[in-house]
Structure formats: structure tokens, C-alpha cells
């Protein structure tokens, strides 16, 4: 449909190189939800704003990567899961596009780690997985407990702004008794 001239509501385009957009428009630009496919094989189903990717969505490539999480104006930013087809996985925090925060890592074996990253590179690994009773960070061992009548404390090597840090990002920080099987997410 047109509205003064413009591409408004819903509508499936077809391009010449074979790309198809099936969405939502505004103005002239895919605005809202939408399933681009592009000649190459790349596909993106999510939020758009503008005609850039924003918001929660999913975008795949013929070779298997697979990233599910959060754009703003076409960069990863906010929450997301990135994996490879190996079976590796980095799941975490992302900033204009690049691996930024804390965030869990799965290896190709299963073996999963907590890290840091920033501006797209590996900081510092927090801990590893392990079952049964322990100090945790998000799930994950870390030697050492906290106690917050202290006027300090580390757990693994972590100082008190990061442990803040940790706990701004949703993540439990101490001592609990408890099993965990950590969900990274499905995608």
C-alpha cells in the first residue's frame, strides 16, 4: 500500500540479485518486523528500524554462524548469542557490533567459561562450570567467597566494582548451595 507516495503497512519485494524482503514498511524503509533473505544465502528475521536491522532478531549465514540478539541501527548491541558452526558459542554482552562485557563462552567440547571481553577481544576468564557446592559467579566456580559486612572481599580474582558490574548484568555473585545446568540460548 501507498501512502502519499511512500510504501506503507506490509509487502513482500523481490530484487533482481534474487534478495526478498517479506515485512513491515514505513516511509519507504522496512520498519518493524521483517525476514530479509539476501542473495548470498544471509538471512535476517527481526526488528527493523529505518531499513536497519534494530531490535531483537536472528541472523544466519550459509556456513552455519548463527547470531539471536539484540541491533541497534544494524550493529549487535545489548544481549546476543553468537555461534560458530564448530559448536563454539559466546554468549553475553555486545557494543556497536563488537563483544563487549561479561559473557558465557561454551567451547567445542562443552566445556563452558565466564569471561570479559572488550572492544571485541577477550579480557579475562572469571571461572569455569562446575556441578555442586561452590563460590559462583553467574553460574560459574570461582575460588574465593564474598562477605558483604567486610570491607572487601574477592571471589576469583574479582574486586569489589566487579562484583557490582557482575550484579548490574543479572549475573548471582557469593556462596549457594544449589545444581546448575547453565541455558545458553537456543539458536
Given at each position: ?16 540479485d ?113 556441578l ?12 574465593g ?22 550484579e ?20
Amino acid at each position: 500500500m501507498y501512502c502519499a507516495g511512500a510504501k506503507e503497512g506490509h509487502g513482500t519485494f523481490t530484487w533482481s540479485d534474487g534478495a526478498i524482503y517479506k515485512g513491515s514498511l514505513s516511509n519507504n524503509h522496512f520498519h518493524g518486523c521483517g525476514d530479509y533473505r539476501w542473495h548470498d544465502g544471509r538471512r535476517y528475521k527481526g526488528g527493523w528500524e529505518k531499513s536497519k536491522l534494530h531490535g531483537m532478531g536472528r541472523m544466519t549465514w550459509p556456513d552455519g554462524r548463527c547470531y539471536r540478539g539484540y541491533y541497534i541501527r544494524d550493529r549487535k548491541h545489548g544481549e546476543g548469542c553468537f555461534r560458530w558452526p564448530s559448536g563454539v558459542q559466546y554468549s553475553g554482552q555486545w557494543l556497536q557490533g563488537k563483544q563487549h562485557g561479561m559473557a558465557r563462552y561454551k567451547y567445542l567440547g562443552g566445556k563452558v567459561r565466564f569471561g570479559r571481553w572488550e572492544d571485541g577481544s577477550h579480557v579475562e576468564w572469571l571461572g569455569t562450570l562446575r556441578l555442586g557446592l561452590s563460590s559462583w559467579i553467574g553460574g560459574f566456580e570461582a575460588p574465593g567467597s564474598w562477605n558483604s559486612c567486610s570491607k572487601g572481599f574477592r571471589v576469583g580474582g574479582l574486586s569489589h566494582a566487579d562484583k557490582r558490574y557482575a550484579e548490574k548484568a543479572g549475573l548471582k555473585v557469593g556462596v549457594f548451595r544449589e545444581t546448575y545446568s547453565p541455558q545458553l540460548l537456543d539458536v
